[in-house]
């Protein structure tokens, strides 16, 4: 499956963006979609996940609460809304997928064989 993310940008703290991850290649309702980030010199670390139907959702404790992921199967696309962006929140984001992840490893990074070419978020203060 290939992933193409957008809709990076540069934001004001407090402000809000939209990224998309929009898939091909396979049928995309049978992965379990993720994204990653990293931010310059940290570790690609985990940020949200969706099941395929939907009804699953999973948030890294850092953006609970700020973030939602979504998807749109008739898409074969992922978004994920965040809210109340914090300069923390800078890094370069991925989008992951993958059909075999089972719930105990969503947030492992090592788990998602296909990825996506990040698209840059930059939270002004």
Excluded: H
Excluded at 27 to 51: D, L, N
Excluded at 62 to 71: I, L, N, P
Aim: charged residues 15%.
């Amino acid at each position: 499956v290939q992933l193409q993310a957008s809709g990076g940008g540069l934001v004001q703290a407090g402000g809000s963006l939209r990224l998309s991850c929009a898939a091909s290649g396979r049928t995309f309702s049978s992965y379990v979609m993720a994204w990653f980030r990293q931010a310059p010199g940290k570790e690609r670390e985990f940020v949200a996940a969706i099941g395929w139907s939907g009804s699953n959702t999973y948030y890294a404790d850092s953006v609970k609460g700020r973030f939602t992921m979504s998807r749109d199967n008739a898409k074969d696309t992922v978004y994920l809304q965040m809210n109340s962006l914090k300069p923390e929140d800078t890094a370069i984001y991925y989008c992951a997928a993958d059909s075999s992840v089972i719930t105990s490893s969503v947030r492992n990074v090592r788990a998602y064989a296909y990825w996506g070419q990040g698209t840059l978020v930059t939270v002004s203060s």
